[in-house]
């Protein structure tokens, strides 16, 4: 498979972009949620002590707004980290659920063919993808469909021919729309439809 009609950046990352982007706002709220518990307790014990030194060494307004300043930079601080945090795990998880949901979409595809009753193309993943091994086990399903197909066929073929030496008129063969012998199959039958 080539790479044409791939799309490039960010918005290649999304394959099957609602289920990813729901994941992924699961991924979120879950780190939104503890973020904000991090930085409610680490705020609140914080004020806490600002508070604290602001009573009992009594501090002029001067002293406290001074004091407020260097309580506010270690808050100012753990909330960049964690909204730098909220940020990466964000990407982590639109990338990781392109790994995963990539995968998906040819697994799904193939077995769409297996189910229509044809023999389903090579499901081809990136390195990076995840579900290597399903797909490699799946690959090896659509070879051994690919040859119970053409030994059917071939089977079709044979007992086509045998009429045919026997001097009877065989009935055509049938074979599905997308086998590999259909145009051996055509002219056989074209054949066969001239001698009778």
């Known amino acids: 498979m080539g790479n044409k009609g791939r799309r490039r950046g960010f918005a ?6 609602y289920k990813q982007v729901r994941l992924g706002l699961v991924i979120v709220l879950v780190n939104f949620l503890f973020a904000f518990l991090i930085l ?3 705020g609140y014990y914080a004020w806490d002590m600002y508070e604290a030194v602001s009573v009992y060494f009594k501090l002029s307004e001067g002293e406290n707004l001074v004091t407020m300043q260097k309580f506010s930079v270690p ?28 995968p998906l979409v040819s ?6 063919e297996v189910l229509a009753g044809t023999v389903p193309q090579r499901i081809q993943l990136r390195e ?7 797909a490699n086990k799946l690959n090896s399903v659509a070879e051994r469909l690919a040859a119970d197909q053409r030994a059917g066929t071939m089977i ?27 145009e051996l199959v055509e002219k056989l039958n074209r054949v066969a439809a001239r001698i009778t």
């Open 156 to 182: 079709a073929v044979y007992r086509f021919l045998d009429e045919l030496s026997e001097g009877k008129h065989p009935n055509p063969i049938k074979i599905r729309d997308n086998d590999r012998l259909s």
């Open 107 to 112: 697994i799904h595809r193939y077995l769409d």
């Open 128 to 134: 990076s993808d995840q579900l290597q091994d399903l």
């Open 75 to 102: 808050i100012i601080a753990c909330a960049s980290l964690i909204v730098l945090f909220v940020l990466t795990t964000i990407l982590v998880s639109v990338r990781y659920t392109h790994e995963i949901y990539g």
């Open 40 to 42: 409610g307790v680490f």
């Open 12 to 17: 290649s990352w999304f394959v099957e972009p």
